[in-house]
Structures are given as structure tokens and as C-alpha cells.
């Protein structure tokens, strides 16, 4: 079975939405900023709601943001 | 240049959740117990020294200070932090059943089917069982922190 690796743009995003702190980002969708660090690591795959929270803090779909590796 | 100044703002270290807090103070304590019971052992021997693991139950107070509260609430862990929780939670529990059925076996295999053991052991057996499980959980809680987020922007 193939695996799928989330990968994301939250760290480009944040520098493009007037150099956003993780901390700002954190406080915005209400995790912790370490969250925030591991998912910019990608060193962890967010819940759907969470996914949605970040997204809609960037005015974007959330495919715009998350994207799986291997797909279009 | 601006990504590189917006790095330098943020490359900092990041401040230690209220899960890590009480997973250090555990260990702090688990850490104080150990060495107050060496440093009796000499005078009082093996057995009596063993109070000094009482100092164990400073952890009690850990609820206090970092359990859940109205004042704490905005503090509570996120969606990473339960799961990082709850994986701690289960190492500990894995670990502590480990060597519980170790334990166990080991005594019927010294002692035989027939054999006698102090009911002192038993007490021992709970509180050395209960110590182990909350610094398993605090080590792997720990650990899966830095693991998963270290630092902040690099």
C-alpha cells in the first residue's frame, strides 16, 4: 500500500500574510505554537478542522495549502 | 533579507508546554526520591532508606500545579498535545506490564509454585509499578516533544 506524506505551504503563507509569527498563526487557528512547528516540519498531519482553520486564516482552500505528495 | 530578519525574530526556544512542566516535575521528584534513598542507605540500610521513596509522594502535588483548572483552561493541550499524551500514556503502560508479568514470573520461577514471599512485596510491587509507569510516561512524553517540535523557525 503506497503512503502518502502531507506536505504543506503554512511556513511560505505565513511570510506572505505580513511575516506572520508561528506564535500569531497559533494564536489565530488556537493550538500551540509548537503545533505550528511540527506541522511546518511536517513532522505531524493535522485534524481536518485544523487543516480548515489554517486555511481559512490564509483565505485559501485548504488544497491550495495541504497537498499530498505524489498527486496533482 | 525580510525572511532573514523575520528568522532571527523567531529562532528562539520555545516555551515549554504545561504538559512538559509536569512531566520535568515528576522526574525532578522521582530524581530527589532516588538520591535521598542512596544517600540513607549507608546509614539506614537497604530497607529502612526505602521510606525515602515517600518523597514520591510530592507527586501529588503535580495535579495542583499543572492539572487542568477554570484559571488554566486556555492552557489545556491541543490536538498535538493529547496525541503526544496519550502515546505517552500508552508507553507507560506498555512498560509497566512488561515488567509487572516480568516481576511476577521471575518470582514464581525463583521461589517455585510452592514457594513463600513476604506480603511487604506486594505494597513494593504497586508503588514500584506506579513510579515506573509515571516516569515512562513522563520520559516518552518528553521525548516525543523535542522529537516533534524542537525548534522554531530555522
Known amino acids: 500500500m503506497a503512503t502518502?506524506?502531507?506536505?504543506?505551504?503554512?511556513?511560505?503563507?505565513r511570510f506572505e500574510h505580513g511575516e506572520m509569527t508561528q506564535q500569531q498563526l497559533a494564536d489565530r487557528v488556537g493550538v500551540s505554537r509548537?503545533?505550528?512547528i511540527a506541522l511546518e516540519a511536517k513532522r505531524y498531519t493535522p485534524?481536518?478542522?485544523?487543516?480548515?482553520?489554517?486555511?481559512?486564516?490564509?483565505?485559501?482552500?485548504?488544497?491550495d495549502v495541504f497537498t499530498l505528495d505524489g498527486q496533482p | 533579507m525580510r525572511i532573514g530578519r523575520h528568522?532571527?525574530?523567531?529562532?528562539?526556544?520555545?516555551?515549554?508546554?504545561?504538559?512538559?512542566?509536569?512531566?520535568?516535575?515528576?522526574?525532578?521528584?522521582c530524581g530527589l526520591a532516588g538520591m535521598t534513598f542512596l544517600a540513607l542507605w549507608p546509614w539506614l540500610g537497604p530497607q529502612r532508606a526505602a521510606g525515602a521513596l515517600g518523597v514520591l509522594g510530592?507527586?501529588?502535588l503535580g495535579p495542583i500545579f499543572y492539572g487542568a483548572s477554570d484559571q488554566k483552561r486556555d492552557e489545556e493541550p491541543d490536538e498535538l498535545g493529547r496525541l503526544i499524551q496519550v502515546r505517552a500514556v500508552l508507553a507507560g503502560y506498555a512498560v509497566f506490564w512488561l515488567v509487572f508479568v516480568g516481576v511476577c514470573v521471575g518470582i514464581w520461577a525463583a521461589y517455585g509454585s510452592r514457594g513463600r514471599i513476604a506480603v511487604n512485596v506486594l505494597p513494593l510491587l504497586a508503588l514500584g509499578g506506579w513510579a515506573l509507569f509515571v516516569v515512562v510516561q513522563s520520559v516518552a512524553l518528553l521525548v516525543q516533544y523535542s522529537a516533534v517540535c524542537r525548534h522554531g523557525d530555522e
Open chain 2, 7 to 29: 528568522r532571527k525574530r523567531e529562532f528562539e526556544k520555545v516555551a515549554l508546554s504545561r504538559q512538559e512542566k509536569h512531566a520535568w516535575f515528576n522526574l525532578a521528584i
Open chain 2, 58 to 60: 510530592l507527586w501529588a
Open chain 1, 47 to 63: 485534524s481536518l478542522i485544523l487543516a480548515m482553520r489554517i486555511a481559512g486564516t490564509f483565505n485559501m482552500p485548504v488544497e
Open chain 1, 4 to 13: 502518502n506524506n502531507l506536505t504543506n505551504r503554512i511556513r511560505r503563507l
Open chain 1, 34 to 36: 509548537q503545533t505550528i
